[in-house]
């Protein structure tokens, strides 16, 4: 259930926004699927709508800028004073996987507030570069988290599956839409979880809706909101996506060309059976597909005490 403040619906965690499709990696089970989708690049005057209107009644704890790989976005910092134009939020974190943050100009590092580097075993960043980014982070005052993932779960399958039982234990224990809410704010719309978004883009199917909310300016998009954030019933994405429960893999790249070959498999082969039954009795130790809830959790805690003292 989500927290009601001053008439808005507290989510107590980031919203999320795509602020490019593309990336410079191709990490084989990216949840977003950013080696298969178009190239994509998100207009600053259309976040600041989005999120203006959707302020009058949502309060995140901040905003992820988030990809494909966000640093590919040729107008980041208008991104960035857009975000907070909105009065959304004073918050502004990117998650990134670091490779193009040493070009980042001194401007963006005085505008961001927090970055966050996903580091892959595929693709290492030299010690002396993590080592020299740390100081900027320090002379800049943005706070600078790492992680490092070297496994990741299967995401979605491109063949599916037609067993409704399953779509709904795969539903009911993704951490993605109900522990993380990692919302996702796209084109006018907000949806749930950031699958949702790019699944359709991929499996160009009929039955697959669209999964997300319109953002309107009506005075009854509250209520309307509300009710699709506490609705227990499955995405019409879910019949393709394996939330937290894939089966696991190590983390590699893969030819962008050959990337969704591992997935032309029903939901039933790629869905690590023993683990959603695991998962069902303890939700707490749900992993994604390259994160732990707990972890959120923990970074959430630290954040807040570098925010109880942070001044802009």
Not at 34 to 63: C, F, M, N, W
Not at 247 to 273: A, C, G, I, Y
Request: glycine share 4%; charged share 25%; with cysteine.
């Amino acid at each position: 259930m989500y927290t009601i403040s001053n008439n808005k619906i507290d989510t107590g965690r980031y919203c999320e926004i795509n602020v490019v499709h593309h990336c410079n990696l191709s990490c084989r089970g990216c949840t977003h699927l950013s080696p298969t989708v178009p190239k994509y690049i998100a207009d600053p005057e259309k976040i600041y709508r989005d999120l203006s209107i959707l302020s009058k009644s949502y309060i995140p704890r901040g905003v992820k800028l988030v990809g494909g790989e966000p640093l590919l976005h040729p107008n980041i910092i208008q991104v960035i004073e857009a975000v907070r134009a909105s009065g959304i939020t004073k918050f502004v974190k990117m998650i990134t996987n670091g490779h193009l943050l040493s070009k980042a100009s001194d401007l963006f590092w005085e505008k961001i507030d927090a970055i966050e580097i996903s580091l892959y075993p595929s693709k290492p960043i030299n010690p002396e570069t993590l080592k020299t980014l740390k100081q900027k982070a320090k002379d800049s005052k943005t706070i600078l988290e790492s992680s490092y993932w070297d496994d990741f779960r299967e995401s979605y399958s491109e063949l599916g599956t037609e067993n409704t039982e399953l779509v709904q234990k795969i539903y009911s224990t993704c951490a993605v839409a109900h522990v993380w809410r990692c919302h996702t704010v796209s084109e006018g719309y907000l949806y749930k979880c950031p699958q949702s978004v790019f699944i359709p883009k991929v499996i160009q199917k009929e039955n697959l809706q669209n999964d997300g909310i319109k953002i309107t300016d009506s005075g009854d998009f509250f209520e309307q909101l509300l009710a699709y954030l506490n609705s227990e019933k499955p995405l019409e994405s879910c019949s393709h996506c394996l939330g937290c429960v894939g089966k696991r893999f190590n983390h590699e790249q893969v030819n962008p060309k050959l990337w969704r070959s591992p997935q032309q498999f029903t939901s039933e082969e790629l869905v690590d059976l023993d683990y959603l039954s695991f998962v069902e009795k303890q939700p707490s130790k749900a992993k994604g597909s390259h994160r732990e809830v707990s972890l959120p959790e923990k970074i959430t805690n630290i954040t807040t005490k570098l925010l109880n003292n942070y001044r802009k």
